[in-house]
């Protein structure tokens, strides 16, 4: 399983660089902790409104973008997840221009 964070195409300061990762099965049950990592994008921007051409193994090498890899065996209905840190401290907010949360296709398999 993956996480990317594609930079966004303004606020180099707002990038993310800690976050935490969450998930459970039904609006009923408690958050699970699933991955928290760091993550360290370049400062360079891409353009809005890009279209991302991404697969499993690879994000898209022609965007800038930071990817980190973490385990998890369950399946989740619902995920939240927390930037727990930016580029700058003092950002009042987390760009992203786009976030892919990647799995898997089959869990049985």
Partial sequence: ????FY?????????PRSFTLE???S?????????????STSR???SSGQVINSTYDSGDLELK????VFENKSVYWQY???FTKTREELASAVGIGELELVGVGNMSA
């Fill in 1 to 4: 399983h993956k996480v990317r």
């Fill in 7 to 15: 930079n966004s195409y303004n606020c180099k300061g707002c990038d």
């Fill in 23 to 25: 998930g459970r099965s």
């Fill in 27 to 39: 609006d009923n049950d408690i958050w699970k902790f699933i991955a928290e990592g760091d993550c």
């Fill in 44 to 46: 360079k921007r891409n």
């Fill in 65 to 68: 973008f930071c990817e980190f």
């Fill in 80 to 82: 939240r997840m927390f």
